[in-house]
């Protein structure tokens, strides 16, 4: 009975049947893999937009896909582009081939439940996305950009309006989708033939029209630049100036553009400067913020809860160069300033009567000051030890006779 065959007696008419007991054993194995494949399956679309979740002990929040995969599309901004010449860049971009293989195109999108608010507002936004990007682009190279843009509103990583798409970012220096967004480029007014020709690639895409050449590319970039996340993605597509990429893996393909449209299209008044502000504009919001510093400092100052922080802030001001410099004016008391002024003469004894009288003559006390003027001859100070020994010219010299008449001023002696 080593044998791992079962045998069942044969009937009439029946021929014996072995049924081994291995390929059940497989057949087992395979519903099992089968049912682990279908729960993982379930578990990913079921969790993809779940951010966080707290285990029934208590335990930190586990991150989810939705936060990395938010994380991933921070990290690949317009922004973040290797220093290098354009020559170069295109040279590192012609290198990379188009990828091989199926390139899915995406579904149409469609607008029938959005509101005539939300329809008005995501075709401003995606026309101001075409003409930003792609003004002078052909027409394959809008329509490109703009099924780019609704790409990205059916992931999970990216919002789900075409105006929080396309301004994700825009108030962040750094961390912009779309560099027109947060460089300024929305100061200039655009130009009426050109913006109604985005407005009508806009309408085309919001109304279903699909441009596969593209298929479910999320990102793209000029072919004069080479961005530091390029090497990431699948290069899936040329069109005009731009490369267009796909994500690798399960998020790059159609199951993973699963997410509806939101509708409830943010109000945004991009049109005459929306983004990052201008110099000028930093420069009148911190002027701003220094002085409501002061207006604090000295507000705390009268309420008597001063610190050395508040006392800093409250004496702070800025020179000619814009620099912080730090200006203290405290108050002297008058007796104070006696007597600073009484150890500052005391320890110049050089000083004049006129000098002294200057420092000290204010407290009307006169009575121990000497007379302005040559003092007597008495009150003058011995001469420095230095000059010991040396005559003047006309001294007599030691030991000699005055002259007759008293007159030594033309006394010939010398010394040697």
Excluded at 89 to 118: K, Q, T, Y
Excluded at 131 to 160: F, K, M
Excluded at 256 to 282: H, K, L, M, N, V
Aim: charged fraction near 15%.
């Amino acid at each position: 009975m080593s044998d791992l065959a079962i045998t069942a007696e044969p009937g009439e008419g029946e021929a014996s049947a072995p049924v081994p007991a291995r390929n059940w054993a497989m057949i087992l194995v395979c519903i099992g893999l089968a049912a682990l494949w279908v729960a993982a399956a379930f578990a990913l679309v079921q969790g993809g937009r779940n951010v966080a979740i707290t285990t029934a002990r208590g335990a930190a929040p586990a991150v989810q896909p939705a936060v990395r995969l938010q994380a991933r599309a921070e990290a690949m901004t317009a922004t973040q582009v290797r220093q290098i010449s354009a020559e170069s860049a295109e040279a590192i971009n012609a290198s990379v081939p188009v990828v091989n293989g199926p390139n899915p195109s995406a579904v149409p999108f469609s607008l029938a439940s959005a509101s005539p608010a939300d329809r008005a507002r995501s075709l401003d936004c995606l026309a101001a996305a075409i003409y930003y990007e792609s003004a002078t682009e052909p027409l394959d190279g809008q329509r490109a950009v703009a099924q780019v843009v609704l790409n990205r509103v059916r992931h999970p990583a990216y919002p789900n309006t075409v105006c929080g798409v396309v301004f994700e970012g825009a108030r962040r220096s750094t961390g912009c989708q779309f560099s027109f967004t947060c460089d300024g480029a929305l100061r200039r007014a655009p130009m009426p033939a050109l913006w109604e020709r985005a407005r009508s690639v806009a309408a085309q895409a919001l109304n279903g029209y699909v441009y596969a050449p593209v298929g479910l590319a999320l990102n793209y970039h000029a072919n004069y630049v080479v961005p530091y996340w390029s090497s990431s993605l699948v290069k899936n597509a040329n069109v005009g100036l731009h490369i267009f990429y796909r994500w690798r893996g399960m998020m790059g393909r159609p199951g993973a553009f699963s997410d509806r449209y939101a509708g409830a299209e943010p109000a945004i008044a991009w049109r005459g400067g929306f983004g990052q502000p201008t110099r000028a504009e930093q420069q009148l919001a911190a002027a701003a913020a220094r002085n409501a510093a002061a207006i604090a400092a000295a507000e705390a100052a009268m309420n008597g809860n001063r610190t050395p922080a508040d006392v800093a802030a409250a004496n702070a001001s800025v020179d000619s160069f814009q620099r912080a410099v730090l200006r203290r004016y405290e108050p002297l008391q008058r007796e104070s300033a006696a007597a600073v002024i009484s150890e500052s003469t005391r320890s110049q004894p050089t000083l004049s009567a006129s000098q002294r009288w200057a420092l000290t003559g204010g407290d009307g006390n006169t009575s121990s000051q000497q007379p302005l003027g040559r003092r007597p001859a008495e009150t003058r100070p011995a001469p420095p030890t230095e000059l010991q020994g040396v005559r003047r010219r006309g001294d007599p010299a030691p030991g000699a006779a005055p002259a007759a008449g008293g007159n030594n001023g033309s006394s010939e002696s010398t010394t040697r």
